[in-house]
């Protein structure tokens, strides 16, 4: 696990693991799947529920409506230490109108559902019988028995010159020259798959997964000098970047990724959210176990 190619410590140092047999959805969970869960059990995402006071004492009443987060492009070039310069609260964003209420998944029923906060992931596993992944189990289902490899697929980004992932092409974040077919979401099976037969574990949507995000993890691991099995990740949060903020483990990266900001779809590489966040680039797909 881990990876030398990070841009950040978190992802330091490479470390062994032992990981148990189990099954793993083939592709992330499509925009039809999450609406027969929702059709079934009237579910309400957390994006669709309505702010409370208690929960944000400083807002404005008006301003508690639901709602979620957006990739805005800036029109033109903005500095890439702020991130606050291309993502925006959107009102009436969700699952449904994933860039706000104009916005709609209408023909896109084959696309991974986005808009989930990590409850909301945690919801549909147990309706389907399945749970999310761990941290562990995530990288050794991407890296589809490849060791150490920078890609999911191998060595080289663009092997023959073929997109292997939807990544972004261009200059981030203002425009995105869509040189691999696509600008947001892809459907699933765009792509190849990996060696096990999982497609998009790179690119496309983030993933959740089950562990808590510390970004001294791999160390605490490294130093106990043994061979962890199944490791369930840490029993809390740690985010120097974010003090206080409790976070969840996403792997993958997605369509927003690109070497001029952030290379996070190479599988030992690692991302994180706040489990109560949902955005337009973060989806999820879910696990069993072999028995």
């Not at 079934?40 to 008006?62: H, I, L, M, S």
């Not at 109108?97 to 916005?103: D, I, Y």
């Not at 996403?250 to 690692?270: E, W």
């Amino acid at each position: 696990m881990g990876s030398e190619h990070a841009e950040a410590h978190d992802a330091e140092p490479v470390h062994q693991v032992e990981v148990s047999g189990f099954w793993m959805d083939s592709t992330d969970v499509t925009n039809a799947q999450f609406e027969r869960f929702v059709r079934a059990t009237g579910y309400v995402t957390v994006a669709e529920r309505k702010p409370t006071a208690e929960d944000f004492p400083n807002a404005q009443p008006e301003k508690l409506v639901p709602g979620s987060v957006v990739f805005s492009p800036p029109a033109k070039g903005v500095s890439l230490n702020d991130y606050m310069g291309w993502w925006a609260w959107v009102p009436g964003a969700n699952w449904r109108h994933p860039e706000g209420p104009k916005s709609s998944i209408a023909g896109k029923e084959n696309h991974p559902v986005v808009q989930v906060a990590w409850e909301d992931a945690q919801a549909y596993a147990e309706w389907v019988g399945k749970r999310l992944p761990t941290e562990a189990e995530w990288e050794f289902a991407a890296r589809g028995g490849l060791d150490r490899q920078p890609y999911v697929w191998g060595s080289e980004f663009k092997p023959k010159g073929a997109f292997q992932a939807n990544t972004f092409q261009g200059h981030f974040p203002d425009h995105n020259s869509a040189e691999d077919g696509y600008t947001g979401t892809s459907p699933v099976k765009s792509y190849p798959a990996n060696r096990y037969g999982l497609y998009d574990m790179a690119g496309n949507v983030w993933q959740w997964c089950a562990d808590w995000y510390r970004a001294d993890y791999y160390a605490q691991l490294a130093k106990t000098r043994t061979l962890v099995r199944d490791p369930q990740g840490p029993p809390n949060s740690l985010d120097p970047d974010d003090p206080g903020v409790a976070k969840r483990v996403q792997k993958g990266g997605s369509f927003l990724c690109t070497d001029q900001y952030c290379t996070r779809y190479m599988p030992g590489t690692r991302g994180k959210g706040e489990p109560e966040t949902a955005t337009n680039h973060a989806g999820f797909r879910c696990v069993k176990a072999n028995n």
